[in-house]
């Protein structure tokens, strides 16, 4: 079976009118007209590799606030091939730096770029991202990264510092979610959460970090459903119609991310350290949800 082959993309917008323009690319290698997107380098991150796509191919900067569907097909010698797309705001245009692959760029309406698409799939694409309705909010959630075990620490467990591994984690989370562009940055009160989101607040020229006890694990677990019910509106309330980036607790996620679904199933919302959420609005709305 070959190794399957990782790629990821965009649809990349921008205000037009009463409505917005959405941007192709012409690849005169397959005289093709598709929304830009190309292979993973190595272990890339989907969203890094995203977003590194859409700027060789477009030259523009896009800010992910959504994901949207994703491809999955053969190529034509069998191999597998899975395309990652997120939708993108414009934030600044630029040559095209990837000349070999791409020698057009096109800004359309939704309905006119539909039509210019050579492929039914990307066509699926880009009607999910037309059918968005503005969106007000984007939060990034986290949890934090790799702290050692609990039983191993002596002192207090507030003071428990993320390891080597999680130091890798979190220079790996302040990669992604500086894409994002989070105005705020939010910690739980353990020295681990803090820890946690410290590469991203470098990578943001130095922003501060503000540590709220709503996002940290009570004492007792029995607690931590209601402290987690707490959480989320806390969340909203932090929320306004920014983009705050969240350090949270293992405890507290599930539920957190459960309630703002309004499910009472916490299962499916469980997190590893030093993985997290997209969560995303329009207004009062909660548009999707999705691992990053």
Same mark, same amino acid.
């Given at each position: 079976?070959?190794?399957? !082959?990782?790629?990821?993309?965009?649809?990349?917008?921008?205000?037009?009118?009463?409505?917005?323009?959405?941007?192709? !690319?012409?690849?005169?290698?397959?005289?093709?007209?598709?929304?830009?997107?190309?292979? /993973?380098?190595?272990?890339?991150?989907?969203?890094?590799?995203?977003?590194?796509?859409?700027?060789?191919?477009?030259?523009?900067?896009?800010?992910?606030? /959504?994901?949207?569907?994703?491809?999955?097909?053969?190529?034509?010698?069998?191999?597998?091939?899975?395309?990652?797309?997120?939708?993108?705001?414009?934030?600044?245009?630029?040559?095209?730096?990837?000349?070999?692959?791409?020698?057009?760029?096109?800004?359309?309406?939704?309905?006119?770029?539909?039509?210019?698409?050579?492929?039914?799939?990307?066509?699926?694409?880009?009607?999910?991202?037309?059918?968005?309705?503005?969106?007000?909010?984007? !939060?990034?959630?986290?949890?934090?990264?790799?702290?050692?075990?609990?039983?191993?620490?002596?002192?207090?467990?507030?003071?428990?510092?993320?390891?080597?591994?999680?130091?890798?984690?979190?220079?790996?989370?302040?990669?992604?979610?500086?894409?994002?562009?989070?105005?705020?940055?939010?910690?739980?009160?353990?020295?681990?959460?803090?820890?946690?989101?410290?590469?991203?607040?470098?990578?943001?020229?130095?922003?501060?970090?503000?540590?709220?006890?709503?996002?940290?694990?009570?004492?007792?677990?029995?607690?931590?459903?209601?402290?987690?019910?707490?959480?989320?509106?806390?969340?909203?309330?932090?929320?306004?119609?920014?983009?705050?980036?969240?350090?949270?607790?293992?405890?507290?996620?599930?539920?957190?991310?459960?309630?703002?679904?309004?499910?009472?199933?916490?299962?499916?919302?469980?997190?590893?350290?030093?993985?997290?959420?997209?969560?995303?609005?329009?207004?009062?709305?909660?548009?999707?949800?999705?691992?990053?």
């Amino acid at each position: 079976m070959p190794e399957p !082959v990782r790629a990821a993309g965009g649809v990349l917008f921008r205000p037009a009118g009463d409505g917005i323009e959405v941007c192709l !690319v012409h690849r005169p290698r397959y005289d093709d007209w598709a929304l830009p997107k190309g292979k /993973l380098d190595g272990d890339e991150h989907p969203l890094a590799g995203a977003v590194r796509e859409v700027a060789e191919e477009t030259g523009c900067t896009g800010v992910p606030s /959504l994901k949207l569907p994703t491809l999955a097909y053969d190529l034509p010698d069998g191999t597998p091939k899975t395309v990652d797309f997120w939708l993108m705001r414009l934030a600044g245009e630029g040559p095209v730096v990837d000349t070999a692959e791409v020698d057009e760029v096109a800004w359309l309406p939704p309905a006119e770029a539909r039509e210019r698409l050579s492929y039914d799939d990307e066509r699926g694409v880009l009607d999910r991202a037309a059918e968005v309705p503005p969106i007000t909010s984007v !939060v990034a959630l986290v949890r934090h990264a790799h702290a050692g075990e609990r039983k191993e620490w002596k002192g207090n467990d507030a003071l428990r510092p993320i390891d080597e591994r999680g130091r890798r984690q979190a220079e790996r989370i302040g990669e992604v979610l500086a894409l994002l562009r989070p105005d705020r940055l939010i910690s739980a009160t353990p020295l681990r959460c803090k820890q946690t989101l410290e590469p991203l607040a470098e990578r943001l020229g130095g922003a501060s970090i503000v540590q709220d006890g709503a996002f940290a694990e009570p004492p007792e677990a029995e607690e931590a459903a209601a402290k987690a019910k707490v959480a989320a509106q806390r969340l909203l309330d932090l929320r306004g119609d920014g983009r705050p980036a969240i350090c949270s607790q293992g405890k507290i996620m599930p539920t957190l991310l459960a309630t703002l679904h309004d499910q009472a199933d916490p299962e499916p919302y469980k997190t590893s350290k030093g993985d997290g959420w997209l969560l995303t609005w329009a207004g009062d709305r909660l548009l999707d949800a999705s691992r990053i």
